[in-house]
């Protein structure tokens, strides 16, 4: 069984940066997607980094480009997220999730597993 534990989030002042990590265990060897999610209250779910274990390639949005980045650690299948000049704008439960079959990465319905998500406030 896919497991995803995600860690760190919490709070930040405006300008700050932060770094969310989300360790999978019972991946097979099989490529797949590790993308971050993250969902605002009232807001749809929006993807807005993506990594594929395939090639090693990350996707973002246009409006992440510039401030989220996502890599990995093989050795003990750690995936981070470091997010930088935060606004408070980027308020919302940041979660991890993974799948298979995907197109595109931002679509939320093709994910398998996710993560229990972590919440990231940013004040002013």
């Known amino acids: 069984q896919v497991q995803l534990l995600e860690s760190g989030g919490g709070s930040v002042l405006s300008g700050g940066s932060l770094r969310i990590s989300c360790t999978a265990s019972?991946?097979?060897?099989?490529?797949?997607?590790l993308c971050w999610f993250r969902q605002a209250p009232g807001k749809e779910r929006e993807g807005v980094a993506c990594?594929?274990?395939?090639?090693?390639?990350?996707y973002r949005t246009d409006s992440t480009m510039d401030r989220f980045t996502i890599s990995n650690d093989n050795t003990n299948n750690t995936f981070y997220h470091d997010i930088i000049n935060l606004s408070t704008e980027d308020t919302a439960v940041y979660y991890c999730?993974?799948?298979?079959?995907?197109?595109?990465?931002?679509?939320?319905?093709?994910?398998?597993?996710w993560g229990q998500g972590t919440q990231v406030t940013v004040s002013s």
């Open positions: 999730a993974a799948g298979w079959a995907v197109r595109p990465w931002t679509n939320a319905r093709d994910y398998d597993f």
């Open positions: 990594f594929y274990t395939g090639t090693g390639m990350t």
């Open positions: 019972g991946v097979s060897d099989r490529a797949y997607f």
